[in-house]
């Protein structure tokens, strides 16, 4: 199977990353990690896969507009074709935006339009409703706006504890990500 090189954006612990690189007979190859937290764990995990990283403080370049040109051209060195943001903690600009159209995708932890933003799963959980969730879509300009591809619901318990609903959201997401990429891809070749 002829494989589709793409990158993963993510700022975090990376446990989305780890399910991509573990899913069986996705269509991609990772080709690049891309982080703007030097020392964050998905760094060590990307090191475990063999991914190269491109890690990179966003305060060290003028504006958001020099470090994204950056990203664009070794994105394209490394013939990355799709993005998938996952855990990546800032809102990707125009340049990039143009430079990867509809071939960029984010996963979030609600139903959205509900709970957009920091905190998803915290959001719901105050909140006190019956069902969340896990969102997959395209991105746009907006913080977690764009085209919704796909979404998962999970019920809420009254006895959940934050954590307990984390980490069931977790194994929702880590499911769902790799079958909507396998999908994506699948369309698209
Ligand atoms: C996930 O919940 C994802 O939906 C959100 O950020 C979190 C990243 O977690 N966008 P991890 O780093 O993949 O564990």
Known sequence: MKKTKAAVFASGT????QA???????????????????????IKKAMQFNVPV???????????????QKLIEELEKAGV????????MRIVGPDLLGAFEGR???IHPSLLPAFPGKDAIGQAYQAGVDTTGVT??????????????????????PEDTEEMLKKRI????????PKVIRQLLDQNT
């Open 14 to 17: 990376g446990s989305n990353f």
């Open 20 to 42: 991509i690189m573990e899913a069986d007979d996705l269509p991609i190859e990772v080709a690049l990690l891309v982080c703007d937290k030097p020392g964050a764990t998905v």
């Open 54 to 68: 491109l890690d990179f403080e966003p305060s060290a370049y003028a504006s958001k507009a020099i470090y994204e």
């Open 81 to 88: 074709e799709w993005i998938f943001l996952a855990g990546y």
């Open 104 to 106: 960029i995708v984010n």
């Open 136 to 157: 997959v879509h395209f991105i746009d300009e907006g913080i977690d706006t764009g085209p919704i591809i796909a979404q998962e619901s999970v019920e809420l318990f």
């Open 170 to 177: 977790q194994q929702v997401e880590h499911n769902l990500y």
